[in-house]
Every structure is written in C-alpha cells, then in structure tokens.
C-alpha cells in the first residue's frame, strides 16, 4: 500500500519534533525567547524604516502638484539652495500647466509662549493667494496668513513648542516670537513632525522675507498643477527640454521616491536600520543553532540507532526541519505582540506613525523560518557524517 504524502513527510510523525523540543523545558524556552526577540526587532525596525518614510514625505503628500520643481543643490525637503522665482512663471509656456506656487523653506527659532524657551522650528512660507496644497484645513485658514505676521502652527508639532491648542482655545491670537520677530498664531494645520523637524509652521512668503529682514527672490520648491486629463509624463518631459541645467524636474511621484532614498541612502538611518535587522537575524540564528545542535548530541544514540537500522539522513533532516518550524512559529508569535506593544508607545511617546502591515509580517515570518531552517540545518551536520560504529 503506497504511503501518504503526509507519511511520506513526516514518517513517525509530528509528535518526535516535538518531544524533542519540549524534553528540555528550559532550552526549549530559550530558543522561543531568541527567536522572539529576533522577530521583535526585526518588526520593530521595520516599522521604524516605514514611519520614516511617512514622516519625511507627509508635507510633499499634502502639494497639490502633479509636478516639483528644485534646484540641482536641493537635498531634501528644507535643505538646499533655491531658485529664482522667474523660473515659476516660465512653467506657464508650457499649454498644459494650469497654476505654478513657490515654496520657500526654512528654519526659524520659535519662542514658547508659556515657557519663553526658544527651539529651532521648520517654516514653509507661500502665497496665500494660491493653493499649493490639498489639505481642507490649510485650504480653510490659509487666508489668514495675508495677514502680515500672521503664521499657522502645526498642531501636531512636539510638545517642546507649548500648548498651543489649549492656548488658542483661550485666546486668540497666540503671540509669540520667530526669529526675534512677533508672530501671531491664529489656526492650527495637521501636517506631523520629520526626523527633520520637531514642528512646523505656515506663514506667507511677505511675513518669511519680513523676518528675515530681506527681499529673496528665490523659492526652494516650485509646485506646477497641471489642467485635467493631461499627461504628466509628456509634461515633464517638455518642461526638462525647456528649463537649462539650473532647473530639476520631477514628477510629484518621483519626488517622493528622492525624498525616500534620500533619507534611506544617503544618511546613515537606512543602514542602522539595516545593520539592526541583521544583528537581529544573526543573535536568532545562532541561539536556534546552539539549541538543535545541543539537541543532535543529547539524542545522538538514538539517532544513530534509528540510521544503524535503515534510516537515512533524509529522515532526521525532516526531524529537525520540524523542529525549526514549530520553533520559528511559536518565536513568532510573541515576538509580533512584543512588536504591536513597541509600536504603540512609539506612537504615543514619540510620536511615529509605527504599525503593523500584512507585507512586514510576511517578510518577517519568512526571514525567521529561513533562520530557524537555516540552523537547523547546519545542527545536523555531525549527525549526517557521523557513523553509527563510531557513535557507539
């Protein structure tokens, strides 16, 4: 009678793995306990990696562009030169382009109005007349920054900056100072804190050039909205042959993509990041190794009785590939609660947009069943060269 695919796979079934694994309670836990950490940090920095690039491109997600003009020097999303403002109107040569916003960035001291202390802030200054931006609550208030002075502030900035909103609920307006200079806050917008930026501030581009007590005729961002139903990519294309080498055009989507791989390349977070993940798979490699190995030679008689009467090496491999499976999912499992209860206090205390996702647990999952595997297989190398004689 021909066997089953199951009898085939497991031929003394399931159970020996098992009763392997659980014979020595106290191994047994310290295997799930490396595996679980592995799983946690792994998770943990991947969550960290995708909070990042949330953070970093959520001002760029709320510009109601289709395409992004910068300067060669731009870095990223507040560092970098600018460019004149002539070269904005000059995108309207172009039959396709329905409205061109500047955006001037930079960074101003911030006084606290309840405290007095003073921290560095992030400013985006524009003309009000225009709409740069999708965002209904910028879009609701932005006409009160006309008003010479008069700045937005980013409610959901740190708490570094005051109680801004308990402030506003109180009176109205909120003084304080930017730079040495008044500044009248009379509405809140929600645009969130960068790992360049504790907080933010919307101002019109008058009150910026007032406070920095110059005209600068150059904007660091230039934001073209193309009329309905037209091609984003033959717009580019068009405007790149038309604007000489002191002008980068991108798509809105493309600029996203250099903000992320900014952060993840060029600054030392992408490989921290990485670098963590591999201490990670590394420390649970080796702890489910020193576990199966340890496994293999406390068992090595019966082993090699089982291989003296006709078991094969395809036998004990699938032994202990049981036993790296059932090892990497019970790992896992916690190691994703630990993770989910990382990511809450990371949101709450820090602020960062962490959570779990569908495609990181699969990764994850599957980076620790390699692992598990991986150990497992090199645990049996003794066992697979040994012979039986000698065993004995």
């Not at 021909?2 to 020996?16: A, H, V």
């Not at 502030?153 to 570094?160: I, K, P």
């Amino acid at each position: 009678m021909s066997k089953s695919l199951f009898e085939r796979i497991f031929p003394l079934g399931i159970p020996l793995a098992w009763l392997q694994l659980t014979s020595e309670r106290k191994r047994f836990f310290v295997a799930i306990a490396g595996i679980t950490f592995a799983v946690t940090m792994m998770l943990f920095q991947m969550g960290l990696q995708g909070a990042l690039f949330r953070q970093v491109v959520a001002p760029i997600l709320l510009l109601d562009g289709d395409v992004i003009l910068v300067s060669p020097n731009y870095e990223y999303f507040g560092i970098g030169r600018g460019f004149s403002e002539v070269r904005l109107h000059q995108a309207y040569s172009l039959a396709d382009v329905q409205d061109v916003s500047g955006l001037k960035l930079g960074g101003m001291s911030f006084k606290n109005p309840q405290t007095g202390q003073e921290r560095d802030i992030f400013v985006i200054a524009f003309d009000p007349s225009k709409n740069p931006f999708l965002s209904k609550d910028i879009l609701a208030q932005q006409h009160l920054i006309k008003k010479t002075d008069t700045v937005l502030f980013d409610g959901l900035s740190r708490d570094q900056y005051g109680d801004i909103k308990g402030l506003l609920s109180e009176a109205n307006p909120v003084v304080t100072e930017l730079s040495g200079s008044r500044a009248n806050i009379e509405g809140l917008i929600d645009i969130g804190a960068t790992f360049a930026a504790d907080g933010n501030i919307l101002m019109s581009l008058e009150t910026f050039r007032k406070i920095y007590g110059a005209d600068q005729s150059e904007v660091n961002v230039g934001v073209i909205k193309l009329k309905p139903n037209s091609d984003i990519n033959a717009a580019v294309k068009s405007l790149r042959e038309f604007y000489p080498s002191d002008i980068i055009v991108m798509s809105k989507k493309d600029f996203i993509q250099s903000e992320k791989d900014y952060w993840a390349v060029r600054t030392p977070i992408g490989f921290v990041i990485g670098a963590s993940m591999a201490v990670a798979i590394f420390v649970g490699a080796v702890i489910v190794y020193q576990i199966l190995y340890t496994d293999v030679n406390d068992h090595l008689p019966e082993y090699a009785t089982l291989k003296a009467i006709g078991f094969d090496d395809k036998f004990f491999i699938s032994i202990i590939l049981q036993e790296s499976f059932i090892l990497s999912i019970l790992g896992f499992i916690p190691g994703v609660i630990f993770a989910s209860i990382l990511y809450y206090l990371t949101r709450t205390v820090a602020h960062m947009p962490t959570y779990l996702s569908i495609s990181n647990l699969a990764i994850v999952l599957l980076l620790s069943l390699v692992m598990c595997i991986t150990a497992g297989m090199l645990a049996t190398r003794k066992l697979r060269y040994a012979n039986p004689a000698d065993i004995f």
